[in-house]
């Protein structure tokens, strides 16, 4: 009889400790649910099976991919919002902004340089606009020319006529 009690009061203890844990509720603790589970009875120590469940979980997402290269929490630290539990490995990232400074610097060497040249392609446009106007003022005077030769041959016409 006495083994019995004692028996059943571990049952409860080990019930309690459960319960207490969140992963089990006091009906799932009752001899009839862990009559299944071989169990090793000793005056000194009792040994059982279970499952402990956190009572609270988060699933952590990262705004940015990579490898974790620092865990600064260890398991059953509390967090609280906010805080660093990780650090990535941000080689890649300062590849990419070096890349990006580099590119950086070529497009403003570029664009000074256009501005360097700037006064000097507006002098070439500036001579070829002059150039242009000179072959139309010539094209102007040679179709000015061309009505003076009709003009002579029209009054070389009219001797020859005189002549006869």
Known sequence: MKKQVIIVGLLGL???ALAACGG???AAATPAATAA??????SSAVSAEGKLEPV???????GVNGEVAEVLVKEGD???AGDVIARLDSTAQRNGVAQAEAALAVAQANLAQYQNDLPQRIAAAEAQIKAANAQIAAGTAQRDRSVELTQAEAAL???VYAQQ
């Open 14 to 16: 080990v019930s309690l």
């Open 157 to 159: 016409a009219q001797a």
């Open 37 to 42: 589970a071989p169990t090793k009875v000793n």
């Open 24 to 26: 089990a509720t006091a």
């Open 78 to 80: 509390t967090v609280k």
């Open 56 to 62: 609270q979980s988060v699933k952590l997402s990262f």
